[in-house]
T-cell receptor
Framework: NAGVMQNPRHLVRRRGQEARLRCSPM?????VYWYRQLPEEGLKFMVY????????ESGMPKERFSAEFPKEGPSILRIQQVVRGDSAAYFC??????????????FGQGTRLTVV | GDSVTQMEGPVTLSEEAFLTINCTYT??????LFWYVQYPGEGLQLLLK?????DKGSNKGFEATYRKETTSFHLEKGSVQVSDSAVYFC??????????FGTGTRLTIIP
């Protein structure tokens, strides 16, 4: 059973370009979470999705950022018109159930975005 | 809102030394508490967890006890190894599974 798969592992974009980050959850997991880790900082929650639904996007910047988790295929985090401040590691996590105190979220290896 | 405060690093110890990494939290509800570990270039792995007061989580020689009275979840290990070198994150979760993380503590163990 493969773990959470993120690709690409490393992504370099010029200012103004678009970045698309992909996350395939573990088999059987229908809940996906995206987190952003700025250099030398902890992880900050961005968005929580279930299949075809955004459940909580309270951590998403209001502009340029969007996320989806379609019925088929991976979850996508999309950043339009990237700026240098978007350079960070973006982690995806998946889990099986909601509102369970002991439910574990499994993390992918992350996508390291560098904006030049 | 919810927040986690953990001991700032970096922390450097000699092999076989005793380790404590402090973690305190504030939460709007009754949280579950977690320690995650991140090895260089990797994602986060769950190290241990505790879901209610006085529970002790343990794994790979690491322990942490959920102390509601002091709102703490300090990580301890009696004898660290070089392979324990990593970044350690304390985190909490209330309700809808969104994890709130501390800023992380970088641990380096020297032989």
């Amino acid at each position: 059973n493969a773990g959470v798969m993120q690709n690409p592992r490393h992504l370099v974009r010029r200012r103004g370009q678009e970045a698309r980050l992909r996350c395939s959850p573990m088999k059987g997991h229908s809940h996906v979470y995206w987190y952003r880790q700025l250099p030398e900082e902890g992880l900050k929650f961005m968005v929580y999705l279930q299949k075809e639904n955004i459940i909580d996007e309270s951590g998403m910047p209001k502009e340029r950022f969007s996320a989806e988790f379609p019925k088929e295929g991976p979850s996508i985090l999309r950043i339009q018109q990237v700026v240098r401040g978007d350079s960070a590691a973006y982690f995806c996590a998946s889990s099986t159930r909601t509102a369970q105190r002991d439910t574990e979220a499994f993390f992918g290896q992350g996508t390291r975005l560098t904006v030049v | 809102g919810d927040s986690v405060t953990q001991m700032e690093g970096p922390v450097t110890l000699s092999e076989e030394a005793f380790l404590t990494i402090n973690c305190t939290y504030t939460a709007t509800g009754y949280p579950s508490l977690f320690w995650y570990v991140q090895y260089p270039g990797e994602g986060l792995q769950l190290l241990l967890k505790a879901t209610k007061a006085d529970d002790k989580g343990s794994n790979k020689g690491f322990e942490a006890t959920y102390r509601k009275e002091t709102t703490s979840f300090h990580l301890e290990k009696g004898s660290v190894q070089v392979s324990d070198s990593a970044v350690y994150f304390c985190a909490l979760k209330v309700g809808n599974e969104k994890l709130t993380f501390g800023t992380g503590t970088r641990l380096t163990i020297i032989p």
